[in-house]
Structures are given as structure tokens and as C-alpha cells.
């Protein structure tokens, strides 16, 4: 079942990526074919989606869950018969974490494979990498990550009407937790947070709300990608006299960090909230170093209710009882259900009417529950959990316990020129 | 008749069959190729190749440096950002009295000179030898990454800078529009094209020479009176300046630039392109840039981790068995039936 | 107060966990004069070994040490196939580590996968000291570091081998008139440097998330370590030059960003280079 299912995908990609070859061999005048480019789509044809996900390079490790999440929802599209008569097909491409490949798969994916939409990209950069792309060939991107939140000057990367964000930004993600944390266990944060705009920020929302709420900063790091050594800001953290440790580093070096963190024997002196480690990266922090810490995201695997549930039996006959998903591809996943239901509604397949389509529609069963896409700023409105990472987890089932959660978030309105 | 083949020889030093086999009649007939494929290609093919073109011109300012000064930068990609960001900022800038486009491309040329100028004589000056300049040119790669990374209140920092496609502005006659694939193509190839003219002459020049020189024996072209450190900080300028420009224009292609394009990464892709492409020959270098960028971009989608292997086990062969690259393995071939 | 005391426990304990990263590099290119890019690679390939022996169920101590030798069976293969006839040839031995690099740390990503790994901490918590805290096991790998330092200074100047070795990186034709055998003597000194590679990716294992990229964090530094250490100033220069590259680092981190410290502390570095291109330890 497993094997067929992902076969088909695979063969799809292989197929358009040898015609991508024979493309290239013209480059060296040796010969050229490539039919069936100006074929006029008709009502059997595919309606054919661009995903952009990091299969190689750093973030490999997002890869999986974010392009799987897609996947799955379009085999559920197109068994219950695909969207007005038409399947759905994905036509994947490999950002292989560089913003820089990002240009080069979305232009093919646009121009060569002409895909009706995009979905994916990771990070914020390769979101911005595919910007001015979706902006200039007038394609939809769906973009489902954890992100800063938009702010005009970042524009075509954010507050673009060609855009719409599935994931959680910090008035989601953050601000619905932050009276419970301060009332628990203080009011002193120290943040730290990789050298980026997505940890800055989020630190400076947070930052705006906190003060709001009588907190106080009393440190603020910023570490480049790939450090291998704490020492000085693990003093500086005890020096500080913070009561919680607000932690937006991502990637490696949140595990270098959090491991160096429990060998110097802190984790019995502070709190450590993260907004960054999912089900992914405490995985691959183990069981000791992550125990105790706090986490807010809008969707985890250990959630209960009957969305869920249904969707990650799916989800594990698909990919394997160990494969692991995760916010991001949760947002793929609902992200692909909800442009299918725009194309129905508008009963069209154009740039224009998916966004109109796309506007303020309502998921009904989406894994984290009803989630609805705003149409004044395209920003989703998302449940919010805070967890707790519990002492000695075994897997995903138990990895995390609920400490308070709100049904649906509404995000502040985007910093833009609205309605998009 | 046979006075008539004397005479080109005298004008070329070559016959017209030598001609058609030598590097120019090579590189006429490529970029005579890639002159043509816009009548009868369009859509993504053409959005592409200029990038990879500008890919291949940063693998001939490696060239030049590599296959006929023997220094290796494993710092190109470092100036190839600096001109992205270069161009970016100029182009926010608007430009003042000339064209901010314009601006960009000549402040890229400045910028790159001089960093790698500066970073040049700094070095050679002292002596400092290839395999040192190897490692410093790769933490100038990581240093230029990470000052993009730091300073994001000018560069964007870690999310990357958006940069506007340029216009041709021709004066007083108006102004073309870059925006669709055709006309950027036709403004890159010809850049491209004097690029390799340039170069080309430079190294058939007595600079050239003297690089070839100082490459095969340094110390007796300085007991010569040859200013050796020089020499070599000349190439480097020229190399860096040709590789930031060639990021300028990959920049307004593009349309953005984020710091990954300084880091090592891409740094150490262009040494392989210039290895596998042939470090002897620029027009080899600029092919090997192209083609190995063209096939990484359609081969990573059917086996990602499988090409990059291939790649690494075809750098080391080249570097054990083919140390002229494909260009020299194909030298060799045409060598070898003229011969006969 | 504490503050001085805790920099300096700081500057120690990164000194001697960077100068255990760098040795097996300045083995190698202090003896044998070869320029190992493929050092992040085997540091990385030790971290994994480590991870698979530990996962596998074995003991942390028996895994480094098999890790280490795995590691200098696969230095001892690189060698005896492409690194031996290069040797006069540094420019040539740059590259072809370096394409070790990229294949090899291919090859680990197909074999280990991308997943983030880890290798839970043998020695965990923390000991007092005059109000800082130090964690045991980072101070058990400086002692380490220490340990294996002196013990190759040992081999080097008390035993016939290292007297052996000092003869051949002295004048490598009087070496082979002497009866040495030169190629072997290699051999033995590039796996030896292997085998040190393998055993510090083994051991800061537990300290960092093993990915295929772990080693590369370390690379550059190491080599602007053994430069301004000083080739062949195999003890004290990598030392000294750990000193100055980890310790300023971490004095740059304590009055600015730590991306300026990373960058200002290779620029350093640079004009190090300059000025003392054999070294601190060297005039001239």
C-alpha cells in the first residue's frame, strides 16, 4: 500500500523531470523534444500543483513530514474523484534549502511545468525567494510554516495577495500563552533565538505584549547558524536571573544548545519555552534533554479529538507507524483540502478564482480541528496548545502533555495594506 | 590558393580548419548556438539559461585564476553575492544622476576589484602560499556570509533581499523593458560573450604569459625581476570584479539574494564545475559552469542524493585522471585525429 | 568576580575542546604537509560511528574507540588509494580531500539518513566551582584533550618512533638514506591522524546534534588553529593557536553579537597569517 502509493508520486516527477532533461541536452545542440507543451487543458487533465519542499541540504529534516503532508491530502482529493471531474498532480521540486534553488524550481515549476498553484517553500527566506516569482507569473503560493507575521516592508514575501499563510504567527502562537507562563513561574524572560528575522521578530511581538502584561526582558541573543560552543550565553542566562528561557533557535542548533544547556545542569533552574521544536526536533533531542520544557504550536500528533485521530491512522498507513508530522505538514495538508474546495466553489482553476475562493473558506476537518483562512489578510485562524515535554517520553503518542489550549486564535491583522 | 592560406595564417596564426578547433572557433560556434535557441525555444529553458550562463561566467573568473595564475579561491561565490547585494542596494538607491542599474553593475565592478585587490596584495605581498589563500579565500566566503547575515537593517539579513529586474535605459531613446525572458536573454548572452572575449585576450596577452609563469615556476620568473605578488594580485582583482558583476546581473535576473549564495557551499560547487569543465580552457569553464548547473537543477529531482554523489566521485576522477577537464579530454581527442 | 573566574573556565574549556577537534588535523598537515579538507567529514563520520555503536547498545567507551577506528580504516583506504602518490603535490591533495568531502558526507546522508541524531551524555550534570557551574562531561573531554596532547608528545620526543617521525619532517631524503621507510612512515602519521579525527567527532558527539554537517562547524577553525599555531609546532602550537581562536572568540562574544565575534575573530586570523605565516610560535 505504502510502496504504490508514493511509487506513484515518484513516477509522476521522474516523468517531468526527464522531459526537464531533454530540455537541458538542447542546451548542449543535441537534440530537443518536448510535446504536448501547448496542449489546452481540458476536463480530464490534472489540475497540477508545484510543491516546493526541502529535500536536501540543512533542513532535510522538515522535509518529510512537510511535503508528505501534501500528499496525503491529494490522495484523499483524488479518491473521493478529484475537483470539478479533474485529479490533482504533484509535481515536486527540491529547494534544497537554498533560497537561491527556490527561484530556480518555482520558474520551473511555473514556465516549464505550468502548474495552476504552488504550495510549500520552508523557511521565510525561501518564501521570499519565491516572492517576486508568484508576483511576477501572477500564481498563488500556499505557504504553510510557523513565520514572523507580515509586515509591508518584507513585501513581495509577505502581505501579497498572491499568498496565503496556513501556518501560526506569534499573536497565535505566543501571545494566547504568555499570562499563564508569567503566572506560573515569573515574570523575566531571557530570549534566545537564532540570528534571523523569524526569532527577532516573534521576540518583538512577544516583547510588545509582555511589557503590556508588567513582564520584563532581561536578555536577548541572537547566535549564528551552526555554533558549536554556549558557555558565554549559558552565563549570561544564569546571571540574568530569568525565570523563563524564551527559545527561538532552530535547526542543529537547537539541539547543540538545549544538550549544552542540560550537561551544565540548568534545566533545574529555569523554564525553557520553545516556539521552534516540534515533533521532529524533540525527537532528535531525546528524552532527557527535552523533559520538562515547554512548547506552543497550533497542531500536535498527541492532540485529541476525532480529526486528529482519523488523520494520522491515515497518515500512518501511507507512511509507516513510525513517520512523524508535524504544524508544517499539517498546514501542507489542510492547505491542499482547502484549495480544492476554492476550485470547487468557484468551479474554475485560475489564479484569480482560487483567491477568491480561498478567501475566508472554512475547514471542517482540519487535524488540529475547524481552522478558517482569513480573506482580509490571508492569515489562518488556528487553534493555539501549550505542551509540556513529559519526563521519560517513549514516542509522538506521548512525547507531549497539554497545559492549556484555545480552539481558535484570531491572529492581530496583518501590518499591511489590507484587505489584500 | 595556397598564398591565400598563408595569408590567414598570418592574420590568425591559424588556418581556417585550426581555426574551427581552436578555443575562439569553439566559443564562436556556442555562443552562435546560444544566440539561436531564443527563435526557437521559450518559457522556462530561456528564463533559466542566463542564470547559468552568469553561473559560467563565475566559473571563468575561477578559471582564469585556477587554470592560468594556479591559485584556487574557494571565496568566488563570496564576491558573486557582493554584487547581488551591491546591485540591490543600488538599485533601492535610485541611482542619483545615472541609471541606478547602471550603477549597480559599474559599483559591482569597483567593489569586487578592489575587495579582491585589497585581500590580494594584503597576502601575496607577504608570500602567503596557493594553499593558504585556499583557506583564506574560504573564510572570506563565510566571513562575506556572515556580515550578510548580521547586518540585516541594510541587507535583510538571514531572509534575503528583494532586487528589481533592470531596465536597458537608452537616454534620450527611452527605456526596454527587462521583464520578460527574450530581452533579458539578449542583454545577458552578449555580456557573457565580452566577458569571454576579455578574458580570453587577457591570458593570450604578456599578462597572460606571465601568469602562465609564475603558475609553473614562480621563483624564477621573480629571479627574472618580476614583480610575482603583483602579478597575482592583478589576476585576483580582475577575477574578483568579473565574478561580482556577473552577481550583479545575477541578481536583477533573479530577483533576490539571500547569504547562502556567499556560503561555502555554492563556493565549492564552482570549483567543481571548473574542474570538470577543464581549469585550461575559459570556454571549457564557461560550458562546465552552464551544464553542470543545468543537470544539478533536472537530475536533483529524480535522485537528489545521488547526484550530488556522482558529482563528488566525478570531481575526485577528474582531479585523479582528467586534470584538463572535459575541455582537455576533448582537446586530446581532436589532437589526436588531426594527427593522424 | 565569579564572572572572571567563570571566562576563564570558559576559554579553557573551548581551547581544549578545539584543539582536540584540531589535532588529528595538524598531525596530518604538520608531518605530512597535506591539507586535510576532508577533516570535517571524518569528524562527522566518527560522531555517526559513535551514534550507531551506542545505538547498537554498546558501551560509550568501547563505541568511541571503534568509532575512532573505523574512522582510521577509512583515512587508511583514502591514503593508500589516492593520498600516497600525491604527496609532493599540496595543491593536489587540497582537492582530492576536499572531494573525499563531498562524497563521503554523500555517502553518510544515504547511509544514516538526514533524521537528527544524538548520543545521550555518558557523564551528565554539573560540578560546583567557587559558584560556576562546569559541566562534567565537557570538562572530561578537556582533560581528554589534555591527555591525548601529552601522551603524543611523549611518542614524539621519548619514543624511536617519534624520533623516527622528527627525522623525516626535518629532511625527508635524509630520512630515506637513513633506512627509513618513508611511504610507510606516512602512512602510519596520515591514519594516525585519522584515528584523532574519529576520536574528537566521537567524542564532542554527545555535545552536538550529529547531522551530516557536524564536522564542518569545526573545519575552518581548525585550520586557522594549526596556521597560527604553527606547522609543525604539533603540541604547543595547536594550543596556542586553539587559544587564540576559541579564546578570543569568547571575549569578542562578551562585549558584541556573536556573528561579529565569529566574523572579527577570522579576520584576525587573516592578518595573523599575514604577518606570521609560520606561525605565532615561529619568527618571520
Known amino acids: ?420 | 590558393m595556397k598564398q591565400r592560406t598563408l595569408k590567414h595564417r598570418s592574420l590568425l596564426g591559424t588556418t581556417p580548419g585550426d581555426l574551427l578547433f581552436s578555443e575562439p572557433g569553439a566559443a564562436l560556434i556556442v555562443f552562435a548556438i546560444l544566440a539561436l535557441l531564443p527563435v526557437f525555444f521559450s518559457g522556462y529553458m530561456i528564463y533559466i539559461l542566463p542564470q547559468y550562463m552568469l553561473f559560467g561566467v563565475l566559473a571563468m573568473s575561477l578559471g582564469l585564476l585556477w587554470g592560468f595564475a594556479g591559485l584556487v579561491s574557494f571565496g568566488q561565490a563570496g564576491f558573486f553575492a557582493l554584487g547581488a547585494y551591491t546591485m540591490g542596494l543600488s538599485m533601492k538607491s535610485g541611482g542619483g544622476i545615472i541609471d541606478p542599474a547602471y550603477l549597480g553593475l559599474l559599483l559591482s565592478l569597483v567593489v569586487g576589484g578592489i575587495l579582491a585587490a585589497a585581500v590580494g596584495y594584503f597576502l601575496f605581498s607577504a608570500g602567503v602560499r596557493g594553499t593558504y589563500f585556499v583557506l583564506v579565500t574560504l573564510a572570506l566566503s563565510i566571513m562575506l556570509e556572515q556580515i550578510a547575515v548580521s547586518q540585516s537593517q541594510i541587507t535583510g539579513g538571514w531572509n534575503g533581499m528583494f532586487i528589481d529586474r533592470m531596465s536597458l535605459n537608452l537616454g534620450p531613446f527611452g527605456k526596454i523593458s527587462l521583464f520578460d525572458d527574450a530581452p533579458m536573454y539578449y542583454v545577458i548572452l552578449p555580456a557573457v560573450a565580452i566577458i569571454y572575449v576579455i578574458l580570453y585576450t587577457i591570458t593570450v596577452t604578456r599578462f597572460g604569459k606571465i601568469l602562465n609563469g609564475i603558475r609553473e615556476n614562480e621563483d624564477r620568473l621573480i629571479s627574472l625581476g618580476f614583480n610575482a605578488s603583483l602579478y597575482k594580485t592583478g589576476v585576483f582583482a580582475i577575477s574578483g570584479a568579473v565574478a561580482c558583476f556577473a552577481g550583479a546581473l545575477y541578481g536583477t535576473h533573479a530577483n533576490f539574494v539571500a547569504p547562502s549564495l556567499a556560503g561555502v557551499l555554492f563556493s565549492t560547487e564552482v570549483v567543481v564545475w571548473v574542474a570538470i569543465g577543464g581549469r585550461g580552457s575559459l570556454l571549457g569553464v564557461l560550458l562546465g559552469g552552464i551544464l553542470v548547473a543545468s543537470f544539478s537543477n533536472y537530475l536533483s529531482a529524480i535522485t537528489p542524493e545521488y547526484w550530488q554523489l556522482v558529482l563528488g566521485l566525478l570531481f575526485v576522477a577528474v582531479l585523479l585522471y582528467f586534470r584538463g577537464g572535459v575541455a582537455g579530454a576533448v582537446a586530446q581527442l581532436v589532437n589526436a585525429r588531426r594527427a593522424k | 568576580m565569579s564572572t572572571a573566574l567563570s571566562v576563564v573556565v570558559d576559554a579553557t574549556l573551548i581551547t581544549l575542546i578545539l584543539a582536540l577537534a584540531a589535532f588529528g588535523l595538524a598531525i596530518i598537515y604538520g608531518l605530512v604537509g597535506v591539507i586535510n579538507m576532508g577533516h570535517g567529514a571524518m569528524l562527522t563520520l566518527g560522531a555517526y560511528l559513535t551514534w550507531a555503536a551506542t545505538t547498537a547498545g554498546l558501551p560509550f567507551v568501547i563505541s568511541i574507540f571503534l568509532a575512532a577506528a573505523g574512522v582510521a580504516v577509512i583515512g587508511l583506504l583514502l591514503e593508500h588509494i589516492v593520498i600516497r602518490s600525491f604527496y609532493d603535490r599540496p595543491f593536489d591533495t587540497l582537492l582530492l580531500t576536499w572531494g573525499f568531502f563531498l562524497v563521503s558526507t554523500e555517502v553518510i546522508k544515504i547511509v544514516f539518513g538526514t533524521d537528527l541524531r544524538n548520543v545521550a551524555n555518558p557523564v551528565p550534570g554539573a560540578f560546583d566551582l567557587g559558584g560556576i557551574q562546569i559541566p562534567a562531561y565537557r570538562t572530561m573531554i578537556a582533560g581528554c584533550s589534555l591527555l591525548l596532547i601529552a601522551g603524543s608528545a611523549l611518542v614524539f620526543f621519548y619514543t624511536a618512533l617519534g624520533i623516527k617521525i622528527r627525522a623525516l619532517i626535518q629532511n625527508r631524503e635524509m630520512a630515506s638514506l637513513l633506512g627509513l621507510d618513508v611511504s610507510r612512515m606516512y602512512k602510519l602519521v596520515f591514519v594516525t591522524g585519522s584515528f584523532m579525527a574519529g576520536l574528537a567527532g566521537a567524542l564532542i558527539s554527545p555535545m552536538l546534534s550529529v547531522d551530516p554537517y557536524i564536522g564542518n562547524i569545526f573545519l575552518v577553525r581548525s585550520f586557522f588553529v594549526v596556521i597560527i599555531g604553527g606547522i609543525g609546532h604539533l603540541l604547543g602550537g595547536t594550543l596556542i593557536g586553539s587559544f587564540l581562536i576559541g579564546g578570543s572568540e569568547t571575549l569578542f562574544a562578551l562585549f558584541s553579537g556573536q556573528v561579529f565575534a565569529q566574523t572579527a575573530v577570522f579576520a584576525v586570523a587573516i592578518v595573523v597569517l599575514r604577518f606570521r605565516p609560520h606561525g605565532v610560535l615561529r619568527s618571520g
Open chain 1, 1 to 420: 500500500m505504502k510502496k504504490n502509493n508514493s511509487g506513484k508520486i515518484i513516477q509522476i516527477t521522474r516523468r517531468s523531470a526527464l522531459k526537464g532533461m531533454a530540455t537541458t541536452a538542447g542546451v548542449a545542440a543535441v537534440s530537443l523534444a518536448a510535446p504536448g507543451i501547448i496542449r489546452r487543458a481540458s476536463a480530464a487533465d490534472p489540475i497540477k500543483v508545484g510543491v516546493i519542499s526541502p529535500l536536501t541540504g540543512a533542513w532535510t529534516v522538515y522535509g518529510k513530514a512537510h511535503s508528505a503532508g501534501f500528499e496525503l491530502a491529494v490522495d484523499e482529493i483524488n479518491a473521493a474523484g478529484g475537483v470539478l471531474g479533474r485529479k490533482f498532480e504533484i509535481i515536486l521540486g527540491d529547494s534544497k534549502t537554498e533560497p537561491r534553488i527556490v527561484v530556480e524550481q518555482a520558474n520551473r515549476l511555473i514556465r516549464q511545468e505550468r502548474v495552476d498553484f504552488l504550495a510549500g517553500t520552508f523557511s521565510s527566506a525561501e518564501r521570499n525567494a519565491a516572492g517576486p516569482v508568484v508576483t511576477s507569473a501572477n500564481k498563488i503560493l500556499l505557504y504553510p510554516t510557523f513565520y514572523e507575521g507580515q509586515e509591508k516592508e518584507y513585501y513581495p514575501g509577505v502581505c501579497n495577495k498572491n499568498m496565503f499563510m496556513f501556518g501560526p504567527e506569534p499573536t497565535q502562537q505566543v501571545w494566547p500563552h504568555l499570562e499563564y507562563m508569567m503566572n506560573k513561574f515569573g515574570k523575566k524572560f531571557f530570549m534566545i533565538g537564532s540570528d534571523y528575522a523569524w526569532p527577532r521578530v516573534t521576540n518583538q511581538v512577544t516583547k510588545r505584549r509582555l511589557l503590556e502584561l508588567g513582564g520584563e526582558v532581561v536578555g536577548e541573543v541572537y547566535i549564528p547558524f551552526n555554533t558549536p560552543q554556549y558557555e558565554s550565553v549559558l552565563r549570561d542566562i544564569r546571571a540574568s536571573g530569568a525565570n523563563i528561557i524564551f527559545h527561538t533557535l532552530t535547526g542543529s542548533d537547537t539541539v547543540n544548545f538545549r544538550l549544552q544547556y542540560t550537561a551544565a545542569g540548568m534545566k533545574k533552574d529555569f523554564v525553557l519555552w520553545t516556539v521552534d521544536d516540534e515533533e521532529v526536533v524533540t525527537s532528535g533531542l531525546g528524552p532527557d534533554v527535552s523533559a520538562g520544557d515547554y512548547v506552543s504550536f497550533d497542531y500536535f500528533m498527541s492532540i485529541e479529538n476525532p480529526n486528529n485521530t482519523a488523520f494520522l491512522k491515515r497518515f500512518r498507513a501511507k507512511f509507516g507507524k513510525d513517520a512523524l508530522m508535524n504544524t508544517v505538514g499539517v498546514a501542507m495538508y489542510n492547505a491542499a483540502h482547502m484549495a480544492a474546495m476554492a476550485i470547487e466553489k468557484t468551479g474554475e482553476v485560475s489564479t484569480d478564482a482560487l483567491r477568491e475562493g480561498l478567501k475566508d473558506i472554512e475547514f471542517e476537518n482540519g487535524p488540529q480541528g475547524k481552522v478558517r483562512m482569513r480573506g482580509l489578510d490571508h492569515q489562518m485562524v488556528l487553534p493555539s496548545y501549550l505542551m509540556r515535554v513529559r519526563k521519560g517520553w517513549t514516542g509522538v503518542n506521548d512525547m507531549f502533555e497539554e497545559i492549556q489550549s484555545f480552539p481558535s486564535v484570531e491572529p492581530l491583522d496583518a501590518r499591511c495594506q489590507l484587505p489584500l
